[in-house]
């Protein structure tokens, strides 16, 4: 198993870049492909972006460009950098770990990832 803690949240104005963090603990983080998910209020959870194994990402098409992620297996931690936010991104963002066996696959449905952490609130004001 693997235990995940986002940390980096907070409040910014729109057009701030904020970074988050997602720090496992367990399991070698290496073992697993994360996804970064968010739900804003009243709304579905959503995948925003996610890293394979072998360091490949895949991004939804409302973050590209503005979103990216990377990892350090070393340090056990992905993180998530977010540019030009606005406030269309107010979220709480969870980080989370799929098993799958593949290197270079991401999933997107919730479903697919068994572990998650706590979630971060973001909030972007206009």
């Known amino acids: 198993q693997v235990q995940l803690v986002e940390s980096g949240g907070g409040l910014v104005q729109a057009g701030d870049s904020l970074r988050l963090s997602c720090a496992a603990s367990?399991?070698?983080?290496?073992?697993?492909?994360i996804g970064w998910f968010r739900q804003a209020p009243g709304k579905e959870r959503e995948f925003v972006i996610g890293?394979?194994?072998?360091?490949?990402?895949i991004a939804a098409d409302s973050v590209k460009g503005r979103f990216t992620v990377s990892r350090d297996n070393a340090k056990n931690t992905v993180y998530l950098q977010m540019n030009s936010l606005k406030s269309a991104d107010t979220a709480v963002y969870s980080c989370?770990?799929?098993?799958?066996?593949?290197?270079?696959?991401?999933?997107?449905?919730?479903?697919?990832?068994?572990?998650w952490g706590q979630g971060a609130q973001v909030t972007v004001s206009s």
């Open positions: 890293i394979s194994r072998s360091g490949g990402s």
């Open positions: 367990g399991n070698a983080l290496s073992m697993y492909s």
């Open positions: 989370a770990a799929d098993s799958l066996v593949s290197t270079v696959r991401v999933r997107t449905t919730p479903g697919s990832y068994e572990f």
